[in-house]
């Protein structure tokens, strides 16, 4: 029985020699080819944000357009906003739902000469409060 334990003991030892001579042996994955290092962040655009009221939608060209105020200038500007599948929506569920004067909260980027809305959330009319006694 001694002499069992002592072959089982030997072979786990042998192997746990191997293994700890292998790992030491071995140098970082990411040293020895550099494509499998960790994927680096794309150069996204910044995000932007505008609120303003929607003056002209057009859902087949897949563009809105909404008025606002550059607090820069202190002067009302026009923005053209295209949607497309990345674009997320709060309060209207696609682009046939927003109407002219309404107003929406958009958070967009810029590139490629274009602004794309990343997400557009409908201002919903808070609900005026019902007529009662003065307290």
């Known amino acids: 029985m001694s002499r069992k334990i002592a072959v089982i003991l030997g072979i786990a030892g042998l192997c746990f020699i191997l293994n700890t001579s ?4 071995q140098e970082p994955a990411q040293a020895q080819d550099p494509s499998l290092a960790a994927p680096q962040e794309k150069n996204e655009p910044d995000t932007q944000w505008v609120w303003g009221e929607v003056t002209s939608v057009d859902a087949q060209e897949k563009v ?3 008025k606002y105020l550059d607090y820069d200038t202190d002067e009302e500007k026009e923005l053209l ?9 709060e309060n209207v569920k696609s682009l046939e739902e927003i109407k002219v004067k309404d107003f929406l909260s958009v958070d967009y980027i810029s590139g490629d000469g274009k602004n794309t809305a990343r997400s557009i959330s409908l201002e919903k009319p808070e609900a005026a409060a019902p007529p009662g006694p003065c307290r």
């Open 22 to 25: 292998l790992a030491l042996s």
């Open 64 to 66: 809105l357009t909404l």
């Open 81 to 89: 906003l295209a949607v497309d599948d990345l674009t997320g929506y």
